[in-house]
């Protein structure tokens, strides 16, 4: 960080060829001086020189030891899918707190029912071992519907409420479960981003908000751009910025991507060649997410597969969606399909 | 039919004004803007704050407002987007209601009816029930609000050109309404709060659903648009075997679904498309399409999944993108007619492929003169 040169800080052009021609080369040789010392050298008034100095101090990155990050880690609360094999795979408890974590999928595969799921399970008190937060919905497919997600919330506070042993009072309220979904909705990727720019602020006023949603990223980013570059460029600006966001107010991103069609092939494109589904977005998308579950049906049940993790194994495992949201998938639903393959003597 | 008039005037008013000559900010921040030729809020939330310092020659401070400021900009004429409301407001504010198709059974099946926000697809083969299903929804939409309609008129987009026959048959359905809701129906003309839009090509589909159709909207009570079908120009403009210009048409297309989803919040109403369906062979067959099973899993059964519940060997036209567009999608089926002898030959089945609120439900219904009715009681699968 010292080594940093002093003509990349975000300084007027005044100001840096004046610090340059004193000969402050890089930010190691401010890191000394004091506001009036530097004021005098190179004829600023005191203010700007305090703020060029507060500009390093803020760039100033602190290291911490692997012990104390896993300290860290652990004093954060993940957020459960519901689904007891989904959690296992993310790592024992679920969606991961402080990291961007992605879900691929073809449309029906439950990407939406997923996203609502989480955020009422993000809501679980802490004496329940839950996160105890608040959820951000954003909206780019008009997808979320109040009904369903008022479906899900009372399922799991039923479904609390039957394991908590103390019966003094409901551990989640239906409204104000429902009062914490923040929902916002935007229709094309110039609001996405401007309403990612913005939300700092709401994160700074609800600090209590431990989830993020976007349904889905792709959506907008895939029609607009005839410019392949402009838009790598924008998605990792989006990155970059919802990164910053999971660090520091220690909120999980979840984002749901899309499944394209890649052909494989030598040359020309045609459909007689291989084809082949994969999530949306490209190449360079895939390195910005920590985790990467792919959704898919196989043989009639609903499969999440890990195909990204840093730190866990891939894994394959089986869920369900039904009335009450996510849940563990349960043999009996197979007799459904053997009904509808008797019927239709496939 | 009377051509709805448009003018540049009116449109501007419906495109937002997006440059930055309309947005107020400091002069040095307007200067140099000017200076960079920067024109509109994309060109500079296109830009990281690194960045811009650099090509506008601000302070950091400077940048900090600008991008706020153009953020905000960009933010304010969408009362969706921010503030952020919550979904308990949302669910008693009641504006996600579903529109019955005025059958009870078939609105258990679609788990409440069409839902009043976003896209619903109707899928189907051809002599399916497609068209049946929207005409009635066209009068069910007239209804009012306890009675499961959105009280207001329909726009009906038809790419199929026969609109003599679409009246006829209207008119034909009418009857049935007025009898069934005597009350409520009493001093509403039916018929004359159906807009029907013939557009033969894409050309003037283009111009109909982005400039045209606005401006109806903002002038009639209109509460639902009806589009089919939405594939039949498209089908017939794009080559689908060739690679960029599907590529040109996956685009077109998913513009065309943002457009549409404009459109349905802005002036809350659903959008119907009624789309057709592509042959698609034995099990086999689609393993040779797709190449080996095991490479290609995920897109194998993805097909399967559609291949299943289409029952037989039909999935939806325009592919994967589409599908990836709209909120949810109804499939009608109907037994093989061409072969000679088929007794059972009225059997048509609904289901509800996927839909954000419901699960895959399917049922028999039949059609007669009245419109369409479900037969048994839905069957429930995951």
Known sequence: ?346 | MRKPVYTEKRIAKYMKNMELKNIELRPRIVDALRYANFETVSDVIYHNETELSKILNLSSKDIKELVKCIAQEIIKPCPLIYPLTNALKMLNSGEQCMLTTGDDIIDKILGGGIMSRGITEIVGESAAGKTQLCLQLCLTVQLKKELGGLEGGAVYISTEGNIQMLIKRTRQMTHAMKQRYDDHLKDVDLLDNIKYITVPDLDTQYQVLHLQLPILLSRSKIRLVIIDSIAANFRVAYNSSNGSTLLQRSKELCRLGTKLKEISDHFQLPIVCVNQVSDLFSKNDIREYIGNKDDNFWEYDYYQKQFLAGKGSKIPALGLVWSNTINSRIMLSRADRTLVGNEDNNQRTITLMMAPYAPRRWGEFYIDFEGIHGKTNEQLYY
Not at chain 1, 37 to 65: C, F, P, R, Y
Not at chain 1, 85 to 110: H, N, S, W, Y
Not at chain 1, 198 to 215: S, Y
Not at chain 1, 299 to 315: D, G, M
Request: charged share 20%.
């Open chain 1, 1 to 346: 960080m010292s080594a940093r040169l002093v003509s990349s800080l975000n300084l007027r052009p005044s100001t840096r060829t004046k610090l340059q021609k004193a000969g402050f080369q890089t930010v190691k040789d401010l890191q000394e001086t004091t506001p009036i010392e530097l004021s005098k050298e190179i004829g600023i008034s005191n203010n700007e020189a305090l703020n060029i100095l507060q500009q390093i101090k803020k760039n100033k990155v602190t290291s911490i030891s692997a012990s104390e990050a896993l300290q860290q880690e652990r004093k954060l609360c993940p957020i459960s899918t519901s689904c007891e094999a989904m959690d296992q795979m993310l790592g024992g408890r679920g969606v991961p707190v402080g990291k961007i974590t992605e879900f691929c999928g073809a449309p029906g595969m439950g990407k939406t029912q997923l996203g609502m799921q989480l955020c009422v399970n993000v809501q679980i008190p802490q004496n329940l071992s839950g996160p105890e937060g608040e959820a951000i919905f954003i909206d780019t497919e008009g997808s979320f519907i109040a009904q369903r997600a008022a479906e899900i919330a009372r399922a799991t506070i039923n479904k609390l409420n039957e394991n908590s042993v103390t019966e003094c009072d409901p551990p989640m309220n239906f409204d104000i479960v429902m009062s914490k979904i923040y929902v916002s909705k935007v229709h094309n990727c110039d609001e996405l981003i401007a309403l990612i720019k913005v939300l700092d602020e709401f994160l700074q006023e609800h600090p209590r908000v431990k989830l993020l949603v976007i349904d889905s990223i792709a959506f907008h980013f895939r029609q607009q751009f005839d410019d392949m570059a402009l838009r790598t460029r924008l998605l990792n600006g989006l990155a970059q910025d919802l990164n910053k966001f999971a660090q520091s107010y220690e909120l999980a991103v979840v984002l749901f991507n899309q499944m394209t069609t890649k052909f494989i092939i030598s040359g020309k494109y045609n459909l007689k060649d291989q084809a082949a589904l994969v999530p949306a977005l490209g190449e360079s998308w895939g390195h910005q997410c920590t985790n990467r579950i792919v959704l898919y049906w196989r043989n009639e049940i609903r499969c999440a597969q890990l195909v990204k993790s840093p730190s866990l194994q891939e894994t394959t495992v089986h869920y369900q969606i039904n009335s009450t949201g996510v849940r563990d998938y349960q043999a009996d639903s197979l007799n459904s399909k053997r009904r509808w393959e008797e019927l239709y003597d496939i």
